[in-house]
């Protein structure tokens, strides 16, 4: 049992302590754990920089569904170049604690094993 109680432990601080939450979509600017963004396929740098023509590719980080549009060659709806993108933090907000941004989150936190 106590083998069960520390591969669970590990498995959790691998996916949520040691896995940052808030870091955005190059492309849609949702909000994704750093394990769930990838960096741009080399095959797809070219079609991404039709839509983004002044940024740096190697810097772009897309979550999966992203990567999905444009490896089929397709570019996402919710494209921040659309103007789909958060706006800036208002001044005078009180500091969050983790619990409080996962509840106001606009991105579902879901984690498949």
Avoid at 39 to 59: G, W
Avoid at 97 to 105: G, H, N, P, T, Y
């Amino acid at each position: 049992m106590q083998n069960h109680w520390r591969s669970a432990d590990k498995r959790f601080k691998t996916l949520f302590e040691a896995n940052p939450f808030g870091l955005s979509c190059s492309v849609c600017d949702r909000l994704w754990f750093e394990r769930d963004l990838k960096k741009v396929k080399h095959r797809n740098i070219s079609f991404l920089q039709t839509k983004f023509p002044d940024e740096n590719m190697t810097e772009f980080s897309l979550c999966s569904t992203c990567s999905k549009s444009i490896d089929a060659n397709k570019i996402p709806t919710l494209l921040r170049s659309n103007g789909f993108r958060y706006p800036p933090k208002p001044s005078g907000l009180p500091l969050l604690d983790l619990i409080s941004i996962r509840l106001i989150s606009p991105q579902t936190v879901a984690k498949s094993s």
